[in-house]
């Protein structure tokens, strides 16, 4: 389930494309602030488009340092993260249902969100 709390995210342009690590107090907001390109910045130049990856914090100042320490980390150590949390790169901000259903009691529905998968 998402939500409208303090988060820290990683928004990409594609699939192991240029990536781009934020935080935000509203991820359904900055998702469509990011799929519009409202700011002008390095997310916007680069088309970091889609949410890949997020976690929720309780405080602003708690989801702005895990961002920093992110931000710090090697690409090979953000992509792990992606791949652990969503390893279908789905848009998790498109995606009907975040996170994913049991693809054994909901095919068809599982089905559907993996259409928001980026491509490979």
């Known amino acids: ?3 409208s709390g303090f988060c820290t995210y990683i928004a990409t342009n594609k699939r192991n494309g240029t990536l781009y690590t934020g935080h935000t107090d509203d991820i359904g907001m900055r998702g469509l602030q990011h799929l519009h390109g ?5 997310s916007k130049r680069y088309g970091c488009r889609h949410i890949v990856w997020f976690e929720e914090h ?4 708690e989801a702005f340092v895990r961002e920093r320490r992110i931000k710090e980390w090697r690409r ?6 992606i ?5 279908h790169w789905i848009d998790v901000l498109a995606s009907p249902v975040w996170p994913l259903p049991d693809a ?4 068809e529905f ?7 998968a980026l491509p490979r």
Request: hydrophobic share 40%; charged share 25%.
């Open 38 to 42: 409202t700011f002008d910045g390095f």
């Open 83 to 87: 791949e652990r949390f969503n390893p």
């Open 76 to 81: 090979s150590w953000k992509l792990e993260l």
């Open 104 to 107: 054994q009691v909901f095919p």
């Open 58 to 61: 309780v405080s602003r100042d």
């Open 1 to 3: 389930m998402l939500t």
């Open 110 to 116: 599982y089905e559907r969100c993996l259409t928001f």
